[in-house]
């Protein structure tokens, strides 16, 4: 059956909603007012981090097949696609949208439900949206810089978007035929797989950050603030340049060997 308990979801946005009334005040010159609580959160998910999800990952990685991990990725990035075009809309960027839907249905149909990334292969690009950016978009600020438990780096408003998000997702409506889950399980179990998937592609890129940072949580912080700058504004931010191939989608993973060593 249609998970019924939209009470939960509701509150935690209301909360949320709640937390960026008070964003426009944070000063530009302080990003991050909360860096003790920060530091201490961050610490957290390093420890569960290296406890829980890199073990895991480091099995998940040993025993799937180099081309079923793309297949796999390629799934969650398809489904990914459905936020992308609804976000697409709220921004009235009616263009990509329709091009996002075009590469979503050729992958969903075509690519079987999105293992196979044809769209790409026919120079259907990718785009990333999400309701944090949406908001971005029509002028709302970052707010202040926050490490969310489990999640990690986040601000005022993508914690909000983050929330929104979640109605925009498929699995959200997932009806428990035939397999008997209801849309909590399916959700869960999925993003579950989803985020071990993504975990054992940064083996590679860990390692050259551990050699590079002197200091790693303001590294993550930097470069969550800058990235998520340059997404809002289609890789034109007003105020800052960026290098732009830095941000490129996906290009990262280029650019470290797959390794699943300490």
């Known amino acids: 059956m249609l998970n019924t ?9 209301l909360i949320l909603t709640w937390f960026m009334s008070g964003c426009s005040t944070v000063p530009l010159e302080n990003p991050d007012p909360f860096e003790k609580v920060n530091r201490n959160i961050f610490a957290f998910n390093k420890t569960v981090d290296k406890i829980v999800l890199k073990p895991i990952s480091k099995g998940y990685k040993f025993v799937t097949p180099k081309q079923v991990n793309v297949n796999i990725s390629n799934f969650f990035s398809n489904i990914n696609d459905i936020t992308v075009i609804a976000n697409d809309l709220l921004q009235f960027k009616f263009k990509q949208a329709a091009s996002d839907t075009g590469r979503f249905l050729l992958n969903s149909t075509f690519g079987l439900l999105g293992f196979i990334d044809l769209a790409s292969k026919f120079d259907i690009p990718k785009h990333n949206e999400d309701f944090g950016q949406t908001l971005g978009y029509w002028g709302l600020g970052s707010g202040p810089y926050v490490v969310i438990p489990f999640l990690g780096p ?7 978007g983050l929330g929104v ?4 997702d498929p699995r959200f409506y997932y009806t428990g035929k035939p397999m008997g889950m209801t849309s909590t399980h399916a959700s869960w179990t999925s993003e579950l797989v989803n985020k071990v998937d993504a975990r054992a592609d940064l083996f590679g890129a860990e390692k050259a950050l551990q050699k590079a940072s002197m200091d790693e949580y303001a590294y993550w912080r930097d470069a969550y603030l800058s990235r998520r700058n340059y997404l809002v504004y ?4 007003p105020s800052e340049e960026l290098d732009e191939d830095f ?16």
Do not use: M, Q
Request: without cysteine.
């Open 5 to 13: 308990n939209y009470h939960k979801p509701f509150l935690v946005l």
């Open 247 to 262: 941000f490129e989608d996906g290009e990262e993973d280029d650019e470290f060997e797959d390794d699943t060593e300490e």
């Open 234 to 237: 289609d890789g034109s931010p």
């Open 165 to 168: 998000d979640v109605f925009l």
């Open 154 to 160: 986040s601000s005022g408003r993508d914690a909000v």
